[in-house]
């Protein structure tokens, strides 16, 4: 039976304010202007600032990988090979990043954001069933219909805005066989973001971790920000081809 004491902290624990679902969202908004104000200008001065720029980034995630990696294994051959592994995706994505058009860039770059955006906010406000509880808590089926939408929406307006401006061609609306075209590669930008998501939360979990760094407040670490971007931007350097 509760004691007078044990009753009283029951009351006091469903009394006491609980934290706002969002309340994180006013530090997450600061640094990701912060972020989006970094990236934009490294891409208005593109050439040679954009490059360090991406170098700079490859190498931030590198490093947070490694040392996750370091954690996560015991055993020093999987640990070299894992690092081996985890520099050939993080370089090769940023291989492929460098040699994109700036059209290319914001575009690959935006449908991330907007996968992002669209997840936490339809995630957060819907809630719903898990994708994979053992691996991550925060992502539900309901925010992968968000980050779908969101992608296919930026897919879709970068084609007409700048992918049809740069070739001249400005004939609205999309045709159907369009759409579905539009459909297929916004729902493969948010899973391949989603899949970079997952990865990056089942090695924070195998390390014991709950970010990757803490050099990004609200955010985390670099690779925090990027474990999405990573895939998406293999993702298009194979659709595109050797040709980018």
Known sequence: MPTGRDALADVEQQTAPQPKKNADLPVRLA???????????A???????????ILVVVLATLVELVLLVVKATTNIP????????????????????????????????????????????????LGGPKIAPRISQSKTWAGLLGGIIGATAWVAAWIYTIARATSGDTTMPFDGMEMLQILAIGTAVAVAAQAGDFFESWL????????????????????????GLIPVVLLAGGMLGAAV
């Open 43 to 53: 891409l208005w001065m593109g050439g040679q600032w954009l490059d360090l720029f």
């Open 31 to 41: 640094s990701a202007i912060a972020m989006l104000a970094l990236a934009g200008g």
């Open 204 to 227: 924070k979990r195998k390390a014991g971790v709950k970010d990757s760094s803490r050099i990004i407040p609200g955010h985390g670490g670099v690779f925090d920000r990027t474990d």
């Open 78 to 125: 999987y640990r070299l090979g894992a690092i081996l592994a985890g520099t050939i995706y993080v370089g090769l994505a940023g291989i492929f990043l460098s040699r994109f058009p700036v059209a290319i860039v914001i575009g690959v770059v935006g449908a991330v954001i907007c996968v992002d955006t669209f997840a936490y906010f339809f995630g957060r406000t």
